[in-house]
């Protein structure tokens, strides 16, 4: 017992120490300044796969948003209407571009449907395109980038700096506000289902914002798969050194950031502009995807030897990519141990022994666990309030907090599944069913 009980001391410490380094720096983060989208050529890449349901609508929000950019949407052997949707719009508009995968190539993962995109843009482009001038941006099918998107990406402190090889947008969920985002006449589900979007809203605009405010400081900002811009000329180098920009792992987007520094390019974290997304408001769906997510954060383990050995990482960069590509193992740990624990405590209780070293003690227990067990993921509900939602009142902001700290507990479930996947081979690419989807009753991906 004394083994697990430092074991879960030593976790504990390592959480704490990481809450507070990226709340310091988020904020204390100062703002950038947008720069002249003119001085660079933009290209947006959408992988679709079975996205009739909001297809149009992105084409049609890009190209009236960013008119004269190209945009590319690949279809990935969709069994629905997305190709013919995209084809039509390709026809009115020369910028609008259909890349068609069929299998058996298709429906290999996300990275290899952008790799193709990438070979195709090569090959339409004029002769004298200066590939440092030309940037990348991958949109999802759902996504609606802020006006102020290229303005921000093509600031001094972003793509205007020579040495940046990629940014990333922050991400916000457009329908956090959605008063029944499950239909009709199901008030208990659909009051759980407002929560997971809200919940969403706030780990995206507060807890991933403030890592990515650590790794600013510590030169490791990540990219992600939707709003993630990148310099053709860093996919080029990436492309020669590795055989292709995206590679393998379901995490793709993460990956692609790793290379980029591998590269010797420093990566960026736009806050002044973002990309808005739906956020699910199914538990299933969301621990689909989220399992997808974990199951490609540990694939990326493998590419900590080289970050460790390479000369274009500093010490701190190393520390915190480090910690991030084996956090998985060590949430799976903290399983093993809190389990243990409970396990103890449960028999000690049932034998008539005295938990917690006796009742006189039980004040002092439960005080440690609300400041170590509840405050550090309750904390998020009124950091939500001050940065993102100020006209929010302080009720709702302790129902938010509530709901956060509940929240946080989704991801043992899918890390508990990712572990597994990995163990049994199953790498295939688990697509989410959109929220349109979910009414309609679209196809379900295969889980492989």
């Given at each position: 017992m004394n083994i697990i009980q430092a074991v879960a001391v030593f976790l504990l410490i390592g959480f704490l120490t990481y809450i507070t380094s990226i709340v310091v720096p988020y904020f204390r983060r100062k703002p950038n300044p947008p720069g002249n989208s003119e001085d660079f050529e933009w290209h947006f890449m959408v992988p679709c796969r079975d996205e009739e349901a909001v297809i149009g609508n992105t084409i049609e929000r890009l190209t009236g948003?960013?008119?004269?950019?190209?945009?590319?949407?690949?279809?990935?052997?969709?069994?629905?209407?997305?190709?013919s949707?995209?084809?039509?719009?390709?026809?009115?508009?020369?910028?609008?571009?259909?890349?068609?995968?069929?299998?058996?190539?298709?429906?290999?993962?996300?990275?290899?449907?952008?790799?193709?995109?990438?070979?195709?843009?090569?090959?339409?482009?004029?002769?004298?395109?200066?590939?440092?001038?030309?940037?990348?941006?991958?949109?999802?099918?759902?996504?609606?980038?802020?006006?102020?998107?290229?303005?921000?990406?093509?600031g001094p402190d972003v793509f205007a700096n020579p040495k940046v090889g990629a940014a990333q947008t922050s991400v916000w969920m457009k329908n956090r506000d959605d008063p029944a985002p499950l239909g009709p006449g199901k008030p208990i589900r659909n009051f759980f289902g407002r929560a997971l979007l809200?919940?969403?809203?706030?780990?995206?605009?507060?807890?991933?914002?403030?890592?990515?405010?650590?790794?600013?400081?510590?030169?490791?900002?990540?990219?992600?798969?939707?709003?993630?811009?990148?310099?053709?000329?860093?996919?080029?180098?990436?492309?020669?050194?590795?055989?292709?920009?995206?590679?393998?792992a379901l995490l793709e987007d993460y990956e692609l950031g790793v290379h980029v520094l591998l590269a010797g390019y420093e990566n960026r974290h736009i806050v002044e502009s973002y990309v808005a997304q739906e956020a699910l408001s199914s538990g299933r769906r969301l621990v689909t995807q989220r399992t997808r997510w974990a199951q490609g954060n540990i694939q990326c383990i493998k590419y900590l030897p080289e970050i460790i050995k390479s000369r274009h990482f500093s010490n701190a960069s190393v520390v915190e990519s480090t910690y991030y590509l084996i956090l998985?193992?060590?949430?799976?740990?903290?399983i093993l141990t809190w389990g243990g624990m409970a396990i103890f405590f449960l028999i000690s209780a049932l034998s008539g022994q005295?938990?917690?070293?006796g009742l006189e003690n039980i004040g002092w227990v439960l005080l440690m666990t609300l400041l170590f067990g509840i405050m550090p993921f309750a904390?998020?509900?009124?950091?939500?309030?001050?940065?993102?939602?100020?006209?929010?009142?302080?009720?709702?902001?302790?129902?938010?907090?509530?709901?956060?700290?509940?929240?946080?507990?989704?991801?043992?479930?899918?890390?508990?599944?990712?572990?597994?996947?990995?163990?049994?081979?199953?790498?295939?690419?688990?697509?989410?069913?959109?929220?349109?989807?979910?009414?309609?009753?679209?196809?379900v991906a295969k889980d492989t």
């Open positions: 948003t960013f008119p004269g950019t190209h945009i590319w949407v690949i279809d990935d052997d969709s069994e629905d209407a997305t190709s949707i995209v084809q039509s719009y390709a026809q009115k508009d020369r910028f609008v571009h259909l890349v068609q995968r069929r299998r058996p190539e298709a429906r290999t993962g996300k990275g290899d449907a952008l790799n193709t995109a990438y070979h195709q843009m090569l090959s339409s482009l004029e002769e004298g395109v200066n590939p440092e001038k030309l940037i990348v941006c991958v949109v999802d099918a759902d996504g609606e980038l802020a006006a102020n998107a290229l303005e921000q990406a093509a809200r919940m969403q809203d706030i780990e995206f605009r507060t807890v991933i914002v403030a890592m990515q405010s650590l790794r600013e400081k510590t030169a490791s900002v990540g990219l992600g798969g939707n709003g993630q811009f990148t310099r053709l000329s860093v996919l080029q180098k990436i492309a020669d050194e590795a055989g292709e920009p995206w590679h393998g998985p193992y060590l949430q799976l740990l903290g005295p938990v917690f070293g904390m998020w509900g009124p950091i939500y309030k001050i940065k993102c939602e100020p006209t929010a009142s302080w009720w709702r902001t302790i129902g938010w907090s509530i709901g956060m700290w509940l929240y946080v507990y989704y991801t043992y479930i899918c890390l508990v599944r990712a572990a597994f996947r990995v163990a049994t081979g199953r790498n295939g690419w688990l697509k989410t069913k959109r929220n349109a989807e979910q009414h309609l009753g679209g196809p």
